[in-house]
């Protein structure tokens, strides 16, 4: 038999969820992501809005969330893809990816979430190796 609340709580861990993820900082020392870390449910449907926050030209970002582990081989093979691929390879490690998103602009991306773990999003622009985030997917 199904307690009262059973329902409640099922309804508070959304099917869809929607976000938005900004890039600050206008230097290689200063950039990040914000937030940092995002919660989402096993199997829902994701959508992150990219805001681009910079003014400075060189702080072009993607978002690109990757299985545990693999940001260093992720990272070496966007550099094979170069910018005409928006420094995103085809990879089993990619989850999910952004465009590159110049300053002042916003991209959206649109996935479904994965088994539930610990993953990371990383920034694969030249240089920008230590943008980095966590999504924590229950």
Do not use: W
């Amino acid at each position: 038999k199904m307690k009262p609340n059973q329902g409640l709580e099922e309804m508070r861990t959304a099917e869809s969820f929607s976000m938005t993820i900004s890039t600050v900082g206008e230097t290689m020392t200063d950039m990040a992501y914000d937030p940092k870390m995002m919660v989402v449910k096993e199997g829902a449907t994701v959508t992150i809005n990219l805001v681009n926050g910079a003014k400075s030209e060189a702080m072009i970002h993607n978002l690109v969330i990757i299985k545990p582990g693999t940001q260093e081989e992720v990272n070496a093979l966007a550099m094979e893809v170069g910018p005409d691929g928006d420094y995103i390879p085809d990879s089993e490690h990619i989850i999910a990816a952004s465009g590159l998103v110049n300053p002042g602009e916003e991209s959206k991306v649109t996935f479904k979430a994965p088994e539930a773990g610990t993953y990371q999003f990383i920034c694969t622009y030249p240089g920008h190796i230590a943008m980095k985030g966590i999504m924590v997917v229950k």
